[in-house]
């Protein structure tokens, strides 16, 4: 097995940790391997890469689709984030709970959000770049956002607020209770 699973609390997203072999030379590592992310569950087809850089401190989220939806695969390929994850089924238990994921160029551990969550990050190195795959292409007809700052989330985000970069289509994005009416039934 290529892709170890980390235990995480929410039920459907999975943290896979997997295998990296490393000598003086450097490393080699499989970050996308349909057949074993197959055996694990993950049988999303997934259409489009994208490969953000961000600087330390830039908030960007809490981002997903509307309509049938978006899976990602989130990794982190240079520095070091904290990947947030909100679960948007409103038939969940969790429905609004949020879990959040350490990802880094040294463990080289992946996320796979499936369809119903909101995913957004924080840059915690002092430059990172995250590479992710989605299973729909962006369009802006069905991309939509909640406030990485919605009170009743409560997500905890590390750093200090007045250090915090983001756009103001971020931080001005409805929250969930407000945008709950328009959520589709994942």
């Not at 992310?37 to 509307?66: C, E, K, M, P």
């Not at 309509?67 to 695969?73: E, F, I, V, W, Y």
């Not at 995250?130 to 299973?135: E, G, I, W």
């Not at 970069?165 to 409805?174: H, T």
Request: one cysteine or more; hydrophobic letters at 40%; glycine letters at 10%.
């Amino acid at each position: 097995m290529r892709f170890s699973v980390v235990p995480s609390r929410l039920e459907g997203p999975l943290l896979l940790e997997p295998s990296v072999f490393g000598d003086d030379r450097g490393f080699f590592c499989e970050t996308f391997r349909a057949d074993e992310l197959a055996g694990l569950g993950i049988t999303d087809a997934f259409v489009q890469d994208n490969h953000s850089r961000s600087r330390r401190g830039t908030i960007r989220g809490i981002h997903f689709q509307i309509g049938d939806g978006c899976s990602k695969l989130v990794r982190c390929g240079r520095g070091a984030i904290v990947d947030v994850l909100v679960d948007l089924r409103r038939s969940s238990p969790t429905f609004g709970e949020w879990e959040a994921f350490e990802l880094d160029d040294e463990s080289m551990r992946l996320l796979y959000a499936p369809v119903g969550f909101g995913h957004g990050f924080v840059v915690s190195s002092d430059v990172a770049d995250v590479l992710y795959k989605q299973s729909a292409y962006y369009t802006t007809d069905v991309e939509r956002g909640i406030s990485f700052l919605d009170p009743a989330v409560a997500i905890t985000w590390p750093g200090e607020r007045s250090e915090w970069i983001y756009s103001e289509r971020d931080a001005n994005a409805p929250t969930l209770a407000q945008f709950t009416p328009e959520l589709p039934d994942w």
